[in-house]
């Protein structure tokens, strides 16, 4: 069963979506009402270790009906070095907030991102850094909110 169907119909809260990297974890918020999601935040994963207390402020804040992990596959569908780890967050997002943790393919959020980015020469480097990842982040939701 696609996992649309698996949605409630009258679904119009508030979620987040998460850009997963080894470094960095690009964090987005979103509504269902609207369809729209915007970038929020870059959390620091140290030590294979995501910043869990960013995490848990942010949805002590936002009070999310749900969470979205984009999950990274290489272009024939086959898995990306990352893809486990990726799938090891969205367990372990679930298990900590006891919240719905949908997932979505992400192939090339993350270059769309930078491409995005890139084509804006008035970004900064560190600023481009954080952003890249809460673009993606963002793209993601996006991609989920429009299923």
């Not at 990297?21 to 964090?27: A, D, L, P, Q, T």
């Not at 979205?68 to 907030?97: C, W």
């Not at 192939?107 to 890249?132: E, G, H, I, N, S």
């Amino acid at each position: 069963m696609p996992e649309a169907a698996l949605r409630p119909a009258a679904a119009e809260g508030t979620f987040l979506g998460f850009d997963y990297g080894s470094k960095h974890i690009g964090v987005a918020v979103g509504q269902r009402v609207t369809g729209t999601a915007s970038p929020l935040e870059t959390v620091r994963v140290v030590g294979h270790k995501p910043d869990w207390e960013a995490i848990a402020r942010l949805i002590a804040t936002w009070r999310p009906e749900g969470l979205v992990v984009g999950i990274a596959y290489q272009q024939d569908g086959s898995e990306n070095p990352i893809t486990q780890a990726m799938l090891r967050f969205s367990r372990q997002l679930h298990g900590r907030f006891s919240l719905p943790v949908h997932t979505v393919d992400e192939t090339l959020t993350t270059f769309d991102a930078r491409q995005m980015l890139y084509d804006d020469l008035k970004v900064r480097r560190k600023t481009y850094l954080q952003a890249k990842d809460e673009l993606a982040a963002q793209l993601i939701l996006q991609t989920w909110l429009s299923l």
